[in-house]
C-alpha cells in the first residue's frame, strides 16, 4: 500500500514540475473502491491508464500553435490538437471538461472519425453510407449518417444551391461532423460537396487521419441513366438551374483515401463497397479504441 502511495506522490510531483493542469480526480481517482485490495488495483490501473493518457496530453499541449476559434490548437505541422482550459478567443472562453474524446473512444471501444462521401448526384453515396452503416451497425460500432438531401429538410432548409449556399451547408456540415467524432461516432458524411476546397477545410479541422474522403468515381452518363429522382432530366430540360455535373462544377477529389470505380461496365454491390471502407478502418485501427 505505501509503495503505491508513495509512486502517487511522486506521480503528481512530476505532474506539477512540468506545469500541467492536473489532478488525480481527472484520470478516475474520485471512485476508489473501499477494500484495500480493490484499491491497490483500482490506483496501479489508474496510473498506469494516467500515464498513457497524460504522455500524449503533455507532449500536445508542448507542442500548442495558433489557437482556432473553438479553443483548439495545431502544431506547426497542423498536426497536433489540444484545448486548453483558460484560453481566450475574443470574450468566448473554451470550457474544458474531465471526460475526453479518449475515454468516451474507450466506452464505445471504437474511433471517432468522418467518413466523407462525395461524388455526383445519383453516384450511390447515400446507398452507400447506408450499407456502411449497417455493416459496421452489426459488429457493434456507433455510426451517424449526415446525408445531404436529409440535412436539408432540418438543419440546412435555408439554403439553396448557390456556390455560397453550397458552401455554407458544407460548413455545417462539417462541423456537426466534428461534434459527432469528438463524440467517439463514426459520422458517415453523403453529400455532393463539389468544390475542393470546401472539402479540405473539414480535413483541416479534424485532427490527422480521422477525416476519410471516398470518392464516388462513377461517370456521369451512368449517374445521369439512373436519375432516380428524375432530376437530371429536369435540369437537361433547363427546368433545374446549376444542377452539379450539368451546368455547376464538381470538381473531383485529388487525394482521396478511398475511391470507388467501376470495373468495366459494372458496378460492384454496395456491400462490397462498404467492404473496402471497413478494410481501411480495421488497417488504421478506427474500430477498436
Ligand atoms: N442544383 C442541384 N445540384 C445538385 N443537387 C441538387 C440540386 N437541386 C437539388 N438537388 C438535390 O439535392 C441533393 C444534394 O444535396 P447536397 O447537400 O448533397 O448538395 S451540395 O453538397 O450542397 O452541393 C441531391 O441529392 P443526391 O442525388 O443524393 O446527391 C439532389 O437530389
Ligand atoms: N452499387 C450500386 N449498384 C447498382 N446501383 C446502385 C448502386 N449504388 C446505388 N445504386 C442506385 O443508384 C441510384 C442512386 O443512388 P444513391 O445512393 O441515391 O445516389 P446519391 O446519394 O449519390 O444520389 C439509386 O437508384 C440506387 O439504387
Known amino acids: 500500500m505505501i509503495s503505491v502511495v508513495n509512486l502517487s506522490l511522486v506521480f503528481n510531483s512530476f505532474l506539477r514540475i512540468n506545469s500541467i493542469e492536473y489532478k488525480s480526480t481527472k484520470v478516475g481517482f474520485e471512485n476508489f473502491p473501499t477494500t484495500p485490495l480493490n484499491f491497490r488495483q483500482n490506483l496501479t490501473s489508474s496510473l498506469t491508464r494516467s500515464v498513457r493518457i497524460n504522455s500524449s496530453r503533455m507532449s500536445a499541449i508542448k507542442t500548442c500553435g495558433e489557437i ?51 461524388g455526383l448526384s445519383g453516384s450511390g453515396k447515400s446507398t452507400l453510407a447506408c450499407a456502411l452503416t449497417r455493416a459496421l451497425h452489426s459488429r457493434g460500432k456507433l ?71 471516398v470518392f464516388m468515381d462513377m461517370p456521369l452518363h451512368v449517374c445521369e441513366a439512373r436519375d ?45 463497397m462498404a467492404e473496402k471502407v471497413i478494410s481501411y478502418l480495421d488497417a488504421k485501427e478506427y474500430l477498436q479504441a
Open 143 to 213: 455510426t451517424y449518417i449526415l446525408d445531404g438531401d436529409n440535412v436539408r429538410h432540418g438543419l440546412n432548409s435555408d439554403l439553396t444551391f448557390k456556390p455560397e449556399d453550397r458552401a455554407e451547408n458544407i460548413r455545417r456540415i462539417r462541423e456537426v461532423a466534428k461534434l459527432f467524432s469528438d463524440a467517439g461516432v463514426i459520422c458517415i458524411a453523403s453529400v455532393i460537396s463539389p468544390y475542393r476546397k470546401d472539402r479540405d477545410a473539414c480535413r483541416s479541422i479534424l485532427p490527422d487521419g480521422d477525416f476519410i474522403e
Open 68 to 118: 482556432h476559434s473553438d479553443g483548439s490548437s495545431y502544431d506547426s505541422n497542423g498536426s497536433v490538437r489540444c484545448h486548453e482550459k483558460g484560453r481566450r478567443f475574443g470574450n468566448i472562453v473554451w470550457h474544458k471538461c474531465s471526460v475526453e474524446k479518449i475515454d468516451r473512444q474507450e466506452l464505445l471501444q471504437q474511433k471517432g472519425c468522418v467518413i466523407w462521401i462525395t
Open 228 to 272: 432516380p429522382k428524375g432530376l437530371y432530366k429536369l435540369a437537361r430540360a433547363g427546368k433545374i438551374e446549376g444542377f452539379t455535373g450539368v451546368d455547376d462544377p464538381y470538381e473531383p477529389p485529388l487525394n482521396a483515401e478511398i475511391t470507388i470505380q467501376m470495373e468495366g461496365e459494372v458496378c460492384s454491390p454496395p456491400e462490397v
